[in-house]
């Protein structure tokens, strides 16, 4: 629901670039927390890397959306790819 009304406003790419950049501070967070040994600045870390994945997974719906009918089928297909994949 958040991450939806978020592209709503800024737009579908920008919600993901914004997804995508929460997640690298999360992880700057997590591995800072893990050397100083702050659970609380390392729960921070989990919840913004929990949050950049539903920002992701919403990639899928983007990629059915912005393509014309008869190439979505491969667009969502190539992102799913990607995430499983690791690229």
Not at 25 to 33: T, Y
Not at 46 to 56: E, F, P
Not at 75 to 81: E, G, K, M, P
């Amino acid at each position: 629901f958040v991450w939806g009304r978020i592209m709503d406003v800024i737009g579908r790419r920008n919600g993901i670039l914004l997804g995508l950049g929460l997640g690298i501070i999360g992880n700057g967070l997590i591995i800072f927390a893990i050397n100083a040994e702050l659970i609380i600045v390392f729960l921070i870390g989990m919840a913004l890397v929990g949050a950049t994945n539903a920002a992701v997974v919403l990639g899928r719906f983007v990629a059915g959306e912005v393509n014309p009918p008869d190439r979505r089928g491969s667009a969502i297909s190539l992102v799913v790819w990607g995430g499983s994949s690791g690229c």
